[in-house]
């Protein structure tokens, strides 16, 4: 069941990034894009069999991107600390 759900969530976040595109820009990414990259991010770490990446291709990208961007690289995920800011 909750593999059919997280399945379903992915791609009505799919279907909806169809319809309205996500910048992952520093400027164009508000909190829906943000949770949206995350959270694929986190799909992709730790069940990444569960959904696989080729059934949601804007999200895949979107996440990248989002990845990509100054702020993401500063916060790195995983052991260790926070890159870029002294303690």
Same mark, same amino acid.
């Given at each position: 069941?909750? /593999?059919?759900? +997280?399945?379903?969530?992915? @791609?009505?976040?799919?279907? @909806?990034?169809?319809? =309205?595109?996500?910048?992952?820009?520093?400027?164009? +990414?508000?909190?829906?894009?943000?949770?949206?990259? /995350?959270?694929?991010?986190?799909?992709?770490?730790? /069940?990444? @069999?569960?959904?696989?990446?080729?059934?949601?291709?804007?999200?895949?990208?979107?996440?990248?991107?989002?990845?990509?961007?100054?702020?993401?690289?500063d916060a790195? =995920?995983g052991d260790g600390t926070?890159?870029? =800011?002294?303690?």
């Amino acid at each position: 069941r909750v /593999v059919a759900q +997280l399945q379903a969530a992915c @791609d009505a976040l799919e279907a @909806d990034l169809a319809r =309205h595109p996500v910048q992952a820009t520093t400027e164009g +990414l508000r909190q829906g894009g943000l949770s949206a990259a /995350v959270a694929w991010q986190f799909i992709r770490q730790t /069940v990444p @069999d569960t959904v696989p990446e080729g059934r949601c291709p804007r999200l895949a990208a979107l996440s990248a991107a989002a990845e990509a961007l100054p702020a993401f690289r500063d916060a790195p =995920h995983g052991d260790g600390t926070v890159a870029g =800011h002294g303690g």
